[in-house]
């Protein structure tokens, strides 16, 4: 009977193992409460995502509705309205239930395909960061190449300008996009774990969950609209950001990657004045090189 609850499954898995810590616990009995591990994976990971990206978004609602925010908005004379916010979280909320949620309920066969641990006790957190850097990694060189490539005729036209319908993005825009985007780009994601997996044999699910998340939060961010003295890429010079980001949306070209700024850089897609700075000085110093020859 204990087991009828959740709580009485979290105190019936207390009693025999006291060797776990107060989380594992939790995680174990979520699973033996639910008796399914398929729908038991599936509901929390379901209900972490929204969680995590509609409570992450809220914050950036909120900033746009202060005044005294505007000194750090981007694009100043473009603030989203209550229509625009509301608009695009129907279409947010209709994609994540029409094409993540189908592939989120498949989420626990296929890491049991892969051999993605679901069990505890969880890994340390040094093996965890360390898988999770690899990831953002992986996602963003994924992510610069499909987003170059729907930038082109028929992509962009079909698929990717549904993204670029706001030209100032905000926090809920991040997964505002065409069902096809977002199960391209999104493959970004969860393939470079699956992939890891698929190499090394040594990943558990927290780790996938923990990765999720922090992706989300970038993705979010990226889009907020906002560049704070604090933003992180004052101080990681090679992180992309909001200021990366929203210069593509405004001009609808360049700056492609995702997380970090070394793509762009390399293959010269970067965008704004700094980068078309840059390019004139280079082409003034080949003409007079030229020149001198």
Not at 48 to 75: C, T
Not at 146 to 164: D, P, S, T, V
Not at 242 to 260: C, M, Q
């Amino acid at each position: 009977m204990a087991q009828d609850t959740y709580w009485g499954s979290f105190e019936e898995i207390s009693k025999y193992n006291v060797s776990l810590n107060y989380a594992e616990r939790m995680w174990l009995a979520w699973y033996m409460y639910m008796q399914n591990d398929v729908l038991a994976t599936g509901i929390m990971s379901f209900v972490m995502h929204e969680a995590v990206y509609f409570g992450r978004s809220l914050p950036w609602i909120i900033i746009d509705m202060i005044p005294w925010f505007r000194r750090y908005k981007i694009q100043q004379n473009k603030i989203p309205t209550a229509w625009e916010q509301w608009q695009c979280a129907l279409l947010v909320l209709f994609s994540h239930f029409t094409v993540e949620l189908p592939q989120i309920w498949f989420f626990h066969p296929m890491c049991q395909f892969f051999g993605l641990s679901t069990t505890v006790p969880f890994p340390s957190i040094y093996k965890m960061a360390f898988q999770i850097a690899v990831f953002f990694v992986l996602e963003d060189t994924w992510h610069y190449w499909m987003h170059r490539a729907m930038h082109y005729g028929f992509l962009y036209k079909n698929i990717h300008k549904i993204h670029h319908q706001y030209s100032a993005p905000f926090g809920l825009a991040a997964e505002y996009a065409s069902p096809i985007e977002v199960m391209v780009l999104g493959l970004g994601t969860i393939s470079s774990p699956i992939l890891w997996c698929a190499l090394t044999g040594d990943l558990h699910i927290l780790t996938m969950y923990l990765w999720i998340v922090l992706r989300l939060f970038q993705a979010i961010d990226a889009h907020s609209g906002y560049e704070f003295p604090w933003s992180l890429h004052h101080f990681l010079p090679f992180w992309a950001g909001a200021e990366h980001h929203d210069v593509h949306h405004e001009r609808f070209i360049g700056n492609y990657s995702s997380s970090f700024r070394w793509w762009d850089y390399v293959l010269d897609t970067e965008a704004g004045p700094e980068a078309s700075k840059r390019r004139r000085e280079r082409k003034l110093a080949a003409a007079l090189k030229q020149k001198a020859l």
